[in-house]
């Protein structure tokens, strides 16, 4: 009887710390939804707004994802067809590459910008340069922070001009440019020829509501199980 009470009692204990640990967890889902509603709703009045002048070579420090990811910029400056460089995409258009071309400011500053989606029949064409424009150019578009490392199982090589991910920083070293912004643009759709713009992506996946049910049924269900045990007992 002693060890059957003792079994209950550690049992109910349990019940206790794992109902607050789903409690916390739930409400953790809660928060998380909140902040996830606020970022999708910033992220819409950003895409939507005015495009406002790309950040200067002494703000770059303070671009964020909080803050900019998505932000509509422009700028104006000059490509440099040599420092082309194709990242391998797969987009609503098929399987082909992002055209990331710097393009070089009045300050002498480098911010790359992915001209659009070229399908793979296009890449000679791209890498050449021959949908480049010369002399100076404006550029409208969201601004998108840097990607280093790869894409999923595949690293990038600099050194072999293979790449996965939009790593502007590893771009520019690869080919002798300084100073580069951390962040890149992706143009908005345009009339000319080549590269297709405007294919940014924006989505959020936004789970907690779902996340948040589950806690909490969980928490319901551990408050069930410790009044059956409590039940039990008081029968015997």
Same mark, same amino acid.
């Given at each position: 009887?002693?060890? $059957?009470?003792?079994?209950?009692?550690?049992? #109910?204990?349990?019940?206790?710390?794992?109902?607050?640990?789903?409690?916390?967890?739930?409400?953790?889902?809660?928060?998380?939804?909140?902040?996830? +509603?606020?970022?999708?709703?910033?992220?819409?009045?950003?895409?939507?707004?005015?495009?406002?002048?790309?950040?200067?070579?002494?703000?770059?420090?303070? %671009?964020?994802?909080?803050?900019? +990811?998505?932000?509509?910029?422009?700028?104006?400056?000059?490509?440099?067809?040599?420092?082309?460089? #194709?990242?391998?995409?797969?987009? +609503?258009?098929?399987?082909?590459?992002?055209?990331?071309?710097?393009?070089?400011?009045?300050?002498?500053?480098?911010?790359?910008?992915? *001209?659009?989606? %070229?399908?793979?029949?296009?890449?000679?064409?791209?890498?050449?340069?021959?949908?480049?424009?010369?002399?100076?150019?404006?550029?409208?578009?969201?601004?998108?922070?840097?990607?280093?490392?790869?894409?999923?199982?595949?690293?990038?090589?600099?050194?072999?001009? *293979?790449?996965?991910? *939009?790593? %502007?920083?590893?771009?520019? +070293?690869?080919?002798?440019?300084?100073?580069?912004?951390?962040?890149?643009?992706?143009?908005?759709?345009?009339?000319?020829?080549?590269?297709?713009?405007?294919?940014?992506?924006? *989505?959020?996946?936004?789970?907690?509501?779902?996340?948040?049910?589950?806690?909490?049924?969980?928490?319901?269900?551990?408050?069930?199980?410790?009044?059956?045990?409590? $039940?039990?007992?008081?029968?015997?």
């Amino acid at each position: 009887m002693a060890r $059957r009470r003792l079994l209950s009692f550690l049992f #109910l204990l349990f019940c206790l710390a794992a109902f607050a640990g789903f409690i916390a967890l739930g409400v953790w889902q809660v928060q998380r939804l909140g902040w996830k +509603e606020d970022l999708i709703a910033r992220v819409d009045v950003r895409v939507h707004a005015l495009p406002v002048d790309a950040p200067g070579q002494g703000d770059w420090s303070a %671009v964020s994802k909080d803050s900019h +990811e998505y932000l509509r910029v422009q700028l104006t400056g000059k490509y440099l067809a040599d420092g082309i460089s #194709l990242v391998a995409a797969a987009t +609503e258009k098929g399987q082909g590459y992002w055209v990331m071309v710097p393009l070089q400011r009045a300050d002498g500053s480098w911010i790359y910008i992915n *001209r659009g989606f %070229v399908p793979q029949a296009e890449r000679a064409q791209a890498s050449r340069g021959d949908f480049t424009p010369d002399g100076e150019i404006a550029v409208a578009g969201l601004l998108r922070l840097n990607e280093p490392g790869g894409g999923l199982l595949r690293d990038n090589v600099p050194a072999k001009h *293979r790449w996965y991910s *939009r790593d %502007v920083l590893a771009m520019g +070293e690869r080919h002798g440019l300084a100073p580069v912004a951390p962040f890149f643009i992706d143009a908005d759709a345009s009339d000319h020829p080549g590269p297709i713009g405007g294919l940014t992506v924006i *989505r959020f996946p936004n789970n907690h509501l779902v996340y948040a049910i589950t806690w909490f049924a969980l928490a319901m269900g551990v408050v069930l199980a410790a009044w059956l045990v409590v $039940r039990e007992q008081r029968k015997r």
